[in-house]
């Protein structure tokens, strides 16, 4: 185990709504919801006002609806999380070239492979504690100044830890564990903290009367491998010692690179599944040449209606990164998956990956072969006009909704970026019986009016967002919960 507090987590805090308080001035110290907000819609995150009444993440939106009825409910803007992350991960890459990202707005750094860390082997260890810290602070600080919004760290020796560190700091907060202090800081949690223990296995040494860390810690490790059997037996008592060997894996590092959206609606339509099929293809194809890389099996997931979740994957002779060929392959894999009744999510990923492509004769051959066979396919696309649902669960790269003269109404959702030709930039507060209100306000300004227009009003078109302003107004920051 390293003698440095040295793996860093970081973990914004309610991102998606402080993001929304951020862009819309009204909405600072308010109740805001962000998810699906029809039918079957799941709440994906909720402003700390908002979590006050009850709500959390992953709550059916209806139920949410009940406990705070004044909360703004916004639809998702995935294409801002998205810039405001990729600035995120930026000042993280700037500490380490080994950041794990965990999703959008959460990811492990090893402070020790960056510019720090020599600076860190090379002082006293109370130096290195206190230089980890002031990275830390430093990182928070920066993030305020430059997308006005705050963050959580969790500092530790590894892994695990820096994770229970940051949830312990929230929101807004710095929580560092000293190396030493693991079992104590750990003692009184429940075993549900220990990663890889779920629901199952917490039933299980529930049983035998463990249910704090502490007591798993106590428990000879044969007796835990007698009750979860060899591997998972002896990891969680690992675990539950303080013990977390696990490293930070730079994305490039990794084995697998994969996508995957969850829709509002259950997807029946089969011509749709497919567009949403070869989106998330080429979703997948960008990532894995970011990263430099290409892969030899394409993998898809397929949720259905009655959350059965299938895989297929087939393995390719040598790697590949071409689009053509790896969306060719998931629409073969999507026609051995039984769709009838609906599908609820959708995943693209391929594995194997290696650092280049090879080249040979014979992936040539076949390339050329599926890509002839996908172009076929594309022809057979039913019209460009967008599916109608699009807005409605905006996946990061739906395209913007609306096409002069495609569709007979326009679907204004709240939350929704407008622009007006006199007013200017504004939000969707809300829509109904042929009106839509619009708030005109912009990042970082004062709170703005509310207009009202007929739904089809020509002035009024769907706008991209705005980028966040920096700390100076600092608008997630009066809007945190105080601890
Ligand atoms: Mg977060």
Redesign the pocket.
Known sequence: MRSLPSILHL?????FASVEQASKPSLRGKPVVVGGLSGRGVVATASYEARRFGVHSAMPMAQARRLCPNAAFLVPRFELYRQVSDFVMGLLRELSPLVEPLSV??AFVDLEAGPYGELLRAGAPAEGVELVRAVGEDLRADILTGVGLTASVGLSGTKFLSKIASEQAKPDGLVLIEPGREREILAELPVRALPGVGPATAETLRRVGLTRISEVARTPEDELVRLLGRAHGAGVHALALGRDERPVVAERDAKSVSVEDTFEVDLADVDRIRFELDRLAARCVRRLRDAGRSGRTVVIKVRRFDFTTLTRSETLPSPTDDPLVISAMARRLLAQVELVGGVRLLGVGVSGLADFTQEDLFAQAQREAEAAEAAEAAADEPGEGEPESDAAYGGPDAPRAFHPGAAPARRWMPGQDVTHTEYGPGWVQGSGVGRVTVRFEVPGAVPGRVRTFAVDDPELTPASPLPLSGGAQSPAADSAAPR
């Open positions: 973990d914004m805090d309610a991102f707005d959460e």
